[in-house]
């Protein structure tokens, strides 16, 4: 990192920062370009821009983004750079530009003086310019009665201010669900094809579960059951009951636990901000119930922190009290993720949400791909790592003791259930039971 032109003023580092912007935006180097800190509130908290092309001219898109809504503008490119001058100039305090060879940062304090940095390129891949392909958001106006019966939109339409994380969070969660359908075939699959089957495991107030519910059912147009399980009665009627004020056909709310309710074999399982072990009983439930897809987004992380040894040259750190926590969050999902690989998933960790928002938005995601159960490296690596990390006990062990038995002795997915309902044994569907496309 170079810092270009310290501690001059406003007005010179503006300038030149608009410079950089239209030459990126002339020689196709550009990316993006992002403004924020905004010096007062009445401004958006933020405006990103990207380069489009509308009817064949290059235009500047923006995204104004505001507490409740975002509203967007289109610049022609010979007004960008005065515009951003303007910007920055009195009404935004940092800026972003982002191009294949080099990220530039204006920043300024609140005196108005300003500086440029430069760093290496965050990404090096132009981005598509085609706004046609754009996509479509998820939460269209088809979405409105649901998010309405669930009080994220006002009487109007609007987005609530009050919740406005929750939409976008909603939003992204979709947006990650329809890449991973995509991955699990079921994007491909025939729409007359047998109904798929998730389950949303401690569903809360049903926010995920019925967006869950609109992408397949509304958007996708294709045969899907989506089946909430909470804990909570009084939340399961009052789902229940929106979800039949809508007319949302195969979507259902159950009063049940996470590791005893009784299911049949699913093609996806979920289960967001579950606490503690409870992820660890949604994992489990989703492996017995043969899921192609599991998504997780644990929320607090309990049982590991008093198991945690420190091993060296890690003491010296560890005994700092946030650290400790932090490893220990890291430790638990890390082998969450070691035991869906063991299980013959491919997991893949990620951000959910801005860590803005929350500092649990954290994700894994795991779709299934392999016989589970005979990857002995897998298993070695869970070893492994629980002994240098001092964990005598996960809560996925189970998966550790259930395949130590001869693989001819497990049972298969409906035995001992009634009308193919499993409730809560682990009890392992194979890869390729019918359920879903095998693995490519
Ligand atoms: C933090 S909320 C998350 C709700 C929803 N998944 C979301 O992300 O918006 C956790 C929910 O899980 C429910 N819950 C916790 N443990 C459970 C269990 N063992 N079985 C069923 N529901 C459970 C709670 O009642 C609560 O409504």
């Keep these: 990192m170079s810092i270009i032109s310290p501690n001059v003023t406003h007005p010179e580092s503006a300038e030149n920062f608009a410079r950089k912007t239209s030459a990126a935006l002339a020689d196709g180097t550009f990316i993006r370009l992002v403004l924020s800190r905004p010096v007062s509130k009445e401004l958006p908290q933020k405006i990103m821009a990207r380069l489009i092309r509308l009817r064949g001219t290059p235009h500047l898109s923006l995204t104004l983004r505001n507490s409740t809504q975002d509203m967007a503008k289109n610049l022609v490119m010979p007004q960008v750079a005065g515009w951003l001058k303007e910007q920055l100039g009195g009404a935004f305090r940092s800026a972003l530009l982002c191009t294949t060879t080099r990220d530039w940062q204006f920043i300024s304090n609140e005196s108005g003086v300003a500086r440029l940095v430069d760093h290496k390129p965050s990404e090096t891949q132009l981005v598509s310019q085609d706004h046609d392909k754009k996509a479509a958001c998820i939460l269209d106006s088809s979405a409105a009665d649901w998010l309405h019966g669930l009080e994220i939109l006002d009487r109007d339409g609007r987005v609530r201010a009050s919740m406005a994380d929750k939409h976008r969070q909603i939003n992204h969660y979709l947006e990650i669900v329809s890449h991973l359908a995509k991955d699990c075939g079921w994007l491909e699959m025939p729409k007359e ?222 035995e001992g259930t009634q009308n193919g309902l499993a409730g809560g044994s682990l009890n392992i569907a194979a890869p390729g039971d019918g359920r879903t496309p095998n693995p490519k």
């Excluded at 059912?217 to 009951?241: C, F, H, I, M, Y």
């Excluded at 003791?401 to 049972?411: D, I, K, L, S």
């Design 193 to 414: 094809a047998a109904s798929l089957h998730f389950a949303d495991m401690g569903c809360g107030k049903g926010y995920l579960t019925f967006g869950l519910w609109h992408l397949f059912a509304r958007l996708q147009k294709r045969p899907v059951r989506v089946t909430g399980v909470e804990s909570r009665p009084d939340l399961v009627n009052t789902t229940n009951r929106l979800a039949k004020q809508i007319g949302a056909n195969g979507l259902e709310f159950v009063q049940g636990d996470i590791a005893s309710v009784k299911l049949p074999p699913l093609d996806a399982l979920i289960a967001l901000h579950a606490c503690n072990t409870a992820t660890d009983e949604a994992i489990k439930r989703g492996i017995e119930l043969g899921a192609k897809l599991i998504v997780v987004a644990p929320c607090c992380h309990k049982e590991l922190r008093p198991q945690l040894g420190k091993p060296e040259p890690l003491a010296a750190v560890l005994r700092h009290g946030l650290m400790e926590e932090r490893m220990a969050e890291w430790a638990t999902d890390g082998l969450r993720a070691l035991f869906l690989e063991w299980a013959g998933y491919r997991t893949k960790i990620m951000e959910f949400v801005g860590g803005e928002h929350t500092p649990k938005n954290l994700m894994i995601a795991a779709v299934r791909e392999r016989e589970a159960f005979v990857d002995v490296a897998a298993r070695k690596q869970i070893e492994e790592m629980k002994t240098f990390l001092g964990v005598e006990r996960h809560a996925l062990d189970a998966l550790l003791t259930e395949c130590a038995r001869p693989r001819t002795q497990q049972r298969e997915p409906s």
